[in-house]
């Protein structure tokens, strides 16, 4: 039978042997690598049907796969305004007053991406944005995901008037006399308002998610582990897929909050496998504890304002009993997990699920960004991944810890953040990611940032540069690592006769382009399951 697919002058870089293959040309069919050679014998292999590509020397590696992402949600996120360029208030008030003056009467506003830094030593909360929002309903996330602004429009209309208990680490920030600031920490906190404010369908969400994914697979994106199944997502894939408009593939790991009793627990793990060819649930996600940047992180010792002093789960304990039981399905657990404290649970609930049940489940910890040295011996022999985002350390904190997220913490903790070579070092699978929206999601930049460590723009020297990874390692950690932590490295991550045609092809050899010109080198090509999903013009 003829291939598909067949790629000709090409130079095959395979992380796993860590340099150039000794062929010229790859042949793909049924979705998969058959025949790795010469131009001749590949040539050979085509008929009438097959897309064939000459290269001209450019670089083939298996296909960039992005260990955290939000597809779905982040296209709705990012649907309203963007204020992730503003670097002050000036400026944030600026384009807040912009996008209400487009507004209709009585509607909403969103925005997205404000970094605290922006607030300088003001306190974060909608006063500090003056009048722009003035009897507008608004809400504008912070750049973490895990905190909302609410304008005083929006929390009348909500009812929100005071503070409030919830089932898990979320609060109504308030102030000495009880009057909610407008900041919003953590789920249950910011549902309260999102609950009466305007959502997209599923099909209006479509749009912007096939615009997303379709700029995913320029990027050289082949497939992402998508850490949410919230709100349309799942029926969003579906639809794509259907359309025959999914270039990624997905592995969606669906939400578990502290609430979740028995029978919930129960139904995610029935929903292990569903989906189509290109998407599927495998795993779930769990959260530990917020964010540093917001006083929600669960820190071994309190910050600088006596705050990110408790977990998520108000029961830390049965936390364990979750992951135990999963464990015991054979249920893979992503678990967000950013302070030492919160850090050093997840691995102590894990190891004791292993010691209830040794099978090979494999287990990961998200983001990770400040550990000290007796965590990092332990995932390792704990057979758990880390799972990193460097953009997150180059973009949101900077070198001198004059940044929120380093003078919450102080300088020790911050000295050690974002420890991706010291777990490397300690024999941890590394798995690279974006965590997109939070961090673009580009795996060249992602790549980049984690040899580096600096901002895109190279505007600041770099953070931590003891914990840069080399070019061979930041390859294999958005490659080789997010196969293995997937249970797929026997399909995935190598270029070898038998695993997927999910491949992305460079203009250049990524491990000799230097480290600040990395996130700028051309994607050429981006192939899954052997059919293009992004060609360059000229190709």
């Known amino acids: 039978m003829p291939a598909d697919l067949v790629l000709l002058s090409a130079r095959l870089l395979d992380p796993g042997t860590g340099g150039l293959l000794p062929h010229t040309a790859l042949a793909a069919g049924n979705g998969v690598i058959t025949h790795l050679g010469d131009d001749r014998t590949a040539r050979a292999l085509a008929g009438p049907g097959s897309t064939v590509v000459d290269l001209r020397g450019a670089v083939v590696t298996p296909g960039f796969t992005d260990g955290h992402l939000h597809p779905v949600s982040g296209a709705e996120r990012t649907m309203g305004v963007d204020l992730s360029g503003c670097r002050d208030l000036t400026a944030v008030r600026a384009a807040l007053a912009a996008a209400v003056t487009g507004l209709r009467p009585g509607a909403w506003l969103r925005g997205w991406g404000l970094d605290p830094n922006a607030f300088g030593g003001e306190p974060v909360g909608a006063a500090a944005l003056g009048p722009v ?11 973490d995901g895990h905190s909302l602004l609410a304008s005083a429009r929006a929390l009348e209309l909500a009812g929100v008037d005071g503070p409030r208990e919830f089932a898990q680490g979320s609060e109504i920030v308030c102030d000495a006399d009880g009057r909610p600031t407008g900041l919003l920490l953590e789920d249950a906190a910011c549902e309260l308002v999102e609950a009466v404010a305007p959502r997209p369908t599923a099909a209006v969400v479509r749009a912007p998610t096939a615009e997303v994914l379709r700029g995913m697979a320029a990027s050289g994106l082949t497939g992402g582990h998508a850490m949410d199944a919230n709100g349309p997502s799942l029926s969003v894939y579906a639809a794509l897929e259907a359309e025959d408009a999914l270039p990624l593939r997905l592995r969606v790991a669906p939400w578990c909050r502290p609430e979740a009793d028995d029978d919930a627990v129960a139904g995610l793990v029935r929903a292990q496998g569903t ?44 936390y364990t009993q979750v992951v135990a039981a999963l464990h015991r399905a054979g249920v893979p657990t992503a678990t967000h997990a950013i302070g030492d404290a919160a850090v050093r649970h997840v691995l102590d609930s894990v190891e004791k699920a292993l010691a209830g049940d040794p099978a090979p489940v494999r287990h990961r910890v998200e983001h990770i960004e400040t550990v000290p040295d007796d965590t990092v011996r332990r995932f390792a022999r704990l057979g758990v991944a880390a799972s990193m985002q460097p953009t997150h350390c180059c973009e949101f904190t900077r070198a ?14 911050a000295g050690r953040a974002f420890r991706c070579r010291d777990l490397w070092a300690a024999g941890a699978r590394v798995v690279l990611g974006s965590d997109w929206p939070i961090a673009p999601y580009p795996p060249l930049q992602v790549m980049a940032g984690a040899r580096h460590r600096r901002p895109a723009d190279l505007s600041l ?16 950690g958005i490659t080789l690592n997010a196969a293995w932590v997937a249970g797929e490295e026997h399909l995935a991550g190598r270029l070898a006769a038998g695993h997927r045609a999910d491949l992305t092809v460079l203009a250049g050899n990524p491990l000799e382009v230097p480290d600040d010109e990395l996130a700028g ?4 090509l981006t192939v899954v399951a052997g059919r293009p999903t992004h060609r360059a013009a000229g190709l």
């Open 133 to 143: 929002l003035d009897g507008v309903p608004a809400l504008v996330d912070l750049f």
């Open 521 to 524: 080198l051309p994607v050429v």
């Open 461 to 476: 020297p770099p953070h931590g540069p003891g914990q840069a990874l080399t070019p061979l390692q930041a390859l294999q």
């Open 275 to 318: 989906g189509g060819t290109l998407w599927r649930v495998d795993g779930v996600k769990l959260f530990m504890d917020g964010t540093i940047d917001n006083g929600t992180a669960w820190l071994e010792t309190p910050d600088c304002h006596g705050e990110s002093d408790h977990a998520f789960w108000p029961d830390p304990q049965r």
């Open 400 to 413: 001198d810890h004059t940044d929120n997220w380093s003078r919450r913490l102080g300088e020790e903790r």
